[in-house]
């Protein structure tokens, strides 16, 4: 795997990781529920919600690393395989989430963009 796909990988990841991070960690502050959902309103009865979702970036964020760390460790069938089907996941997950909010396009496009750069060069490059 060439390394621009490594390095959007990696971005791919540590956006996941710190959304998630934000999500179940700081969701309480006003800042952070602007950011993440433009409105300073919070919603206490999707807590549960919300910290799954927080869970799930970390975990997808996580597995993106472990696959570059694969990739350097030589095991490179698994780092393959983890980073292409996890930023299908994340491409295929941002199409969903633009088609369901459209006004939340900016984060569907910061969570599709780096794992589709990322797919891109490994299939060019």
């Known amino acids: 795997m060439n ?22 960690f700081f969701y309480d502050r006003p800042a952070v529920r602007v950011l993440l959902t433009t409105s300073t309103a919070d919603a206490p009865e999707v807590t549960l919600w919300r910290s799954g979702v927080a869970v799930y970036n970390i975990l997808l964020g996580l597995g993106l690393v472990a696959g570059v ?4 460790t030589g095991d490179s069938t698994v780092g393959d395989t ?8 994340l491409i295929a997950s941002a199409i969903v989430f633009v088609a369901s909010f459209p006004r939340l396009w900016r984060g569907a496009l910061g969570q599709g963009l780096p794992p589709a750069i990322a797919l891109l060069a490994a299939a060019l490059l």
């Open 3 to 24: 390394l621009v796909t490594q390095v959007f990988a990696l971005i791919a990841a540590v956006t996941h990781i710190a959304v998630g991070t934000l999500e179940r």
């Open 82 to 89: 983890l980073i292409v089907y996890l930023c299908a996941f």
């Open 69 to 72: 760390v694969a990739q350097h």
